[in-house]
């Protein structure tokens, strides 16, 4: 069936917000036609956010309980004022006798706080497994709220006259369900029915229970929970030195990178600026491999280098993932270098160097090794708000090499040595069309006699089957009025965006990652020209060269709400993703930083040599946001 999103087009982003101009100090001070001619240009920021696919298949994670139901659940259904008649509801587009509308349920203002229910997974790093622990919320309300909230509404629509228990064999045979009204599967023939019975209907009663209905409406994602765990990890074994930027580097191809090609490395990188704006992106790097077949990247599928940790939790096939990844003696890595955590000798109650099924129980309850807090979705206002996450005070616990936490917005980097871990967070849902809106524009196109609903005949012309009608017409009619078409459409996409995806892997490219200190996908002005320093720190032993195993590895984490597509695994991430940093400094900085790295460059800056000198404080030939910042505070 031909989506009825597929006929809208969605809103989009909102603008950048304006900055006031801030004076500076007058030996620092830059030419007064200067300043007015900044203060008129246009803004030069990154205007798209753009994010990719997220690496493997899905292993599931389960909800922390399957009571959690909303207390302030359920469709409200308001519907026209009862004194209004049929005809005045007819012109206004609303169907008097529909009980299922796109209105949003009404919030009662004394109800207490939610409590937000935690997540647990652990991510298997190549140094050791992470227990992980997220509080997530979605439009500022705990993440589980929005799926309980469409789990009413389907068990109301299992059952209209309310009484009795919920049949499978009448869901399936249902035209409120048949052509994925709430996000399920579409139901079209015999063969699907039993299919689908047998698939959700888990003890084979007959009936509908909440756990069976969440399965059902988000398509076994996440085993029924709101959190859904991507970790199939292609590049487990990749060979770093057959990726883009060490074949870049690596002149003489002899998998050592020497103190004259460590030296060279930012002159090679600018070679690659096809742009000619002082950045690289990882595409502007691919180069033909020059490396023997021996040495080519093996990509090694269906590994799982994350699970959840639930209620349901497989131990058995966590045991499996858990030997085939960590090989021999848990006590001790076979490399002699340290575990990242201390977690699988504690683990290993009767000390016998191996984990069963029994012992990997105890992660349920352990201590979590990294705390993250993420929120998702509109702001209190309603408006698309920036996805957030963070790590609260004392959110690393139990990690044994020194480690290095950078923050931003919505990334968060642990650095421990050998290895990188990027927590970051995405949500691509936020500025989607309102269905209200969506189905206005559905009915401008195809309501031909502009009476404010569809007739059969108006409906044919939207390409879909004739009998899905009967599915969206809640009140049998054979009308189609514009409020329950927003219902169906706010309905079909509503699990989809009730679920976050945790989506875990490395990345191909592990020294582009190295090199990229912000974590933006992108090597900047500053990260090139410090690029031999940062290759310098990772020569552990002291030789002078760097070699492809001193290299850390790079783990990333995302956490995204409306991947690209649901039904299909992604393609796992062969190269680091941009992201749009967030715009810092007074508005003569953000104007000069015309490649939106950060930083104005000395081919950046329109004042004099004098100026970008005494503005440079700490004189690494770069102006720094906190620099134009205290150069400001100083003028006034």
Same mark, same amino acid.
């Given at each position: 069936m031909k989506s009825w999103r597929s006929l809208s087009s969605g809103s989009g982003r909102g603008s950048a917000h304006p900055h006031a101009g801030v004076g500076m100090a007058p030996d620092a001070l830059l030419p007064l036609a200067l300043m007015c001619a900044l203060t008129f240009a246009s803004g030069c920021g990154r205007s798209a956010d753009q994010r990719g696919a997220a690496p493997g298949e899905s292993a599931h994670a389960a909800a922390p309980s399957t009571a959690a139901v909303d207390a302030q659940g359920g469709a409200n259904s308001p519907g026209p004022d009862s004194a209004t008649d049929s005809a005045s509801s007819e012109t206004s587009g609303i169907n008097p006798e529909a009980r299922d509308t796109a209105s949003k349920p009404e919030e009662e203002e004394a109800a207490p706080p939610e409590p937000a229910p935690r997540e647990r997974f652990v991510v298997f790093t190549p140094r050791g497994p992470l227990v992980c622990e997220a509080t997530l919320s979605i439009d500022g309300r705990p993440h589980t709220r929005a799926l309980e909230r469409l789990v009413d509404k389907a068990m109301q629509a299992a059952q209209p006259d309310g009484e009795g228990t919920a049949a499978?064999?009448?869901?399936?045979?249902?035209?409120?369900?048949?052509?994925?009204?709430?996000? %399920?599967?579409?139901?079209?023939? @015999?063969? #699907?029915?039993? !299919?689908?019975? $047998?698939?959700? *209907?888990? %003890?084979?009663?007959?009936?509908? @229970?909440? #756990?069976?209905? !969440?399965?059902? $409406?988000?398509? *076994?994602?996440?085993?029924?929970?709101?959190?859904?765990?991507?970790?199939?990890?292609?590049?487990?074994?990749?060979?770093?030195?057959?990726?883009?930027t060490w074949q870049l580097l690596d002149e003489n191809h002899d998998q050592r990178l020497s103190a004259e090609e460590l030296a060279a490395a930012a002159d090679r990188l600018r070679s690659r600026d096809a742009l000619d704006d002082d950045v690289i992106v990882a595409g502007e790097l691919d180069v033909i491999s020059t490396a023997p077949p021996e040495q080519e990247r093996r990509r090694t599928l269906h590994v799982a280098v994350a699970h959840a940790l639930a209620r349901d939790t497989a131990w058995?096939?966590?045991?499996?993932?858990?030997?085939?990844?960590?090989?021999?003696?848990?006590?001790?890595?076979?490399?002699g270098r340290p575990w990242l955590t201390n977690l699988l000798a504690g683990l290993d109650a009767n000390d016998n160097g191996s984990l069963s099924a029994k012992e990997?129980?105890?992660?349920?309850?352990?201590?979590?090794?990294?705390?993250?807090?993420?929120?998702?979705?509109?702001?209190?206002?309603?408006?698309?708000?920036?996805?957030?996450?963070?790590?609260?005070?004392?959110?690393?616990?139990?990690?044994?090499?020194?480690?290095?936490?950078?923050?931003?917005?919505?990334?968060?980097?642990?650095?421990?040595?050998?290895?990188?871990?990027?927590?970051?967070?995405?949500?691509?849902?936020?500025?989607?069309?309102?269905?209200?809106?969506?189905?206005?524009?559905?009915?401008?196109?195809?309501?031909k006699d502009a009476n404010g609903y569809l007739d059969r005949d108006e409906f044919r012309l939207t390409g879909q089957a004739g009998g899905v009608l009967d599915g969206l017409d809640t009140d049998g009619d054979g009308k189609l009025y514009p409020n329950e078409l927003a219902d169906f459409l706010e309905n079909e996409r509503a699990a989809a965006l009730a679920l976050i995806h945790v989506d875990v892997g490395r990345l191909a490219d592990a020294l582009f990652a190295a090199l990229d200190a912000n974590g933006d996908g992108r090597l900047g002005s500053r990260e090139i020209a410090g690029a031999a320093a940062r290759l310098e720190s990772f020569d552990a032993d002291g030789d002078g060269q760097v070699s492809p195993e001193e290299i850390p590895d790079c783990m990333t984490v995302q956490l995204v709400r409306e991947r690209r597509s649901a039904d299909q695994p992604n393609m796992p991430r062969a190269a680091r993703q941009t992201r749009t940093l967030p715009r810092s400094g007074p508005i003569w900085f953000q104007r000069m930083d015309t490649n939106g790295d950060g930083d104005v460059g000395p081919g950046e800056f329109l004042g004099t040599t004098e100026q970008f000198r005494k503005l440079d404080a700490d004189g690494d030939g770069f102006i720094a946001a906190d620099e134009a910042e205290r150069a400001a505070g100083a003028a006034h």
């Amino acid at each position: 069936m031909k989506s009825w999103r597929s006929l809208s087009s969605g809103s989009g982003r909102g603008s950048a917000h304006p900055h006031a101009g801030v004076g500076m100090a007058p030996d620092a001070l830059l030419p007064l036609a200067l300043m007015c001619a900044l203060t008129f240009a246009s803004g030069c920021g990154r205007s798209a956010d753009q994010r990719g696919a997220a690496p493997g298949e899905s292993a599931h994670a389960a909800a922390p309980s399957t009571a959690a139901v909303d207390a302030q659940g359920g469709a409200n259904s308001p519907g026209p004022d009862s004194a209004t008649d049929s005809a005045s509801s007819e012109t206004s587009g609303i169907n008097p006798e529909a009980r299922d509308t796109a209105s949003k349920p009404e919030e009662e203002e004394a109800a207490p706080p939610e409590p937000a229910p935690r997540e647990r997974f652990v991510v298997f790093t190549p140094r050791g497994p992470l227990v992980c622990e997220a509080t997530l919320s979605i439009d500022g309300r705990p993440h589980t709220r929005a799926l309980e909230r469409l789990v009413d509404k389907a068990m109301q629509a299992a059952q209209p006259d309310g009484e009795g228990t919920a049949a499978w064999r009448k869901v399936v045979a249902s035209p409120r369900f048949r052509y994925g009204q709430f996000g %399920n599967v579409t139901i079209k023939t @015999d063969e #699907d029915r039993r !299919r689908a019975v $047998l698939r959700y *209907d888990r %003890n084979r009663d007959d009936r509908v @229970d909440r #756990d069976e209905m !969440r399965r059902f $409406l988000a398509r *076994d994602s996440g085993g029924g929970g709101a959190l859904v765990i991507h970790a199939d990890d292609p590049y487990r074994d990749a060979n770093i030195a057959n990726a883009a930027t060490w074949q870049l580097l690596d002149e003489n191809h002899d998998q050592r990178l020497s103190a004259e090609e460590l030296a060279a490395a930012a002159d090679r990188l600018r070679s690659r600026d096809a742009l000619d704006d002082d950045v690289i992106v990882a595409g502007e790097l691919d180069v033909i491999s020059t490396a023997p077949p021996e040495q080519e990247r093996r990509r090694t599928l269906h590994v799982a280098v994350a699970h959840a940790l639930a209620r349901d939790t497989a131990w058995n096939a966590l045991e499996s993932i858990v030997k085939e990844l960590y090989p021999g003696d848990v006590r001790q890595p076979a490399d002699g270098r340290p575990w990242l955590t201390n977690l699988l000798a504690g683990l290993d109650a009767n000390d016998n160097g191996s984990l069963s099924a029994k012992e990997l129980m105890a992660l349920a309850d352990c201590e979590a090794n990294v705390t993250l807090q993420a929120s998702l979705g509109r702001d209190a206002s309603g408006s698309p708000g920036s996805p957030a996450l963070s790590v609260p005070s004392e959110g690393l616990r139990g990690i044994g090499p020194p480690a290095a936490l950078r923050t931003g917005n919505d990334l968060v980097c642990l650095d421990v040595p050998g290895l990188i871990v990027e927590f970051s967070v995405a949500d691509r849902a936020a500025t989607m069309e309102d269905a209200t809106a969506m189905a206005a524009n559905q009915f401008k196109q195809f309501d031909k006699d502009a009476n404010g609903y569809l007739d059969r005949d108006e409906f044919r012309l939207t390409g879909q089957a004739g009998g899905v009608l009967d599915g969206l017409d809640t009140d049998g009619d054979g009308k189609l009025y514009p409020n329950e078409l927003a219902d169906f459409l706010e309905n079909e996409r509503a699990a989809a965006l009730a679920l976050i995806h945790v989506d875990v892997g490395r990345l191909a490219d592990a020294l582009f990652a190295a090199l990229d200190a912000n974590g933006d996908g992108r090597l900047g002005s500053r990260e090139i020209a410090g690029a031999a320093a940062r290759l310098e720190s990772f020569d552990a032993d002291g030789d002078g060269q760097v070699s492809p195993e001193e290299i850390p590895d790079c783990m990333t984490v995302q956490l995204v709400r409306e991947r690209r597509s649901a039904d299909q695994p992604n393609m796992p991430r062969a190269a680091r993703q941009t992201r749009t940093l967030p715009r810092s400094g007074p508005i003569w900085f953000q104007r000069m930083d015309t490649n939106g790295d950060g930083d104005v460059g000395p081919g950046e800056f329109l004042g004099t040599t004098e100026q970008f000198r005494k503005l440079d404080a700490d004189g690494d030939g770069f102006i720094a946001a906190d620099e134009a910042e205290r150069a400001a505070g100083a003028a006034h």
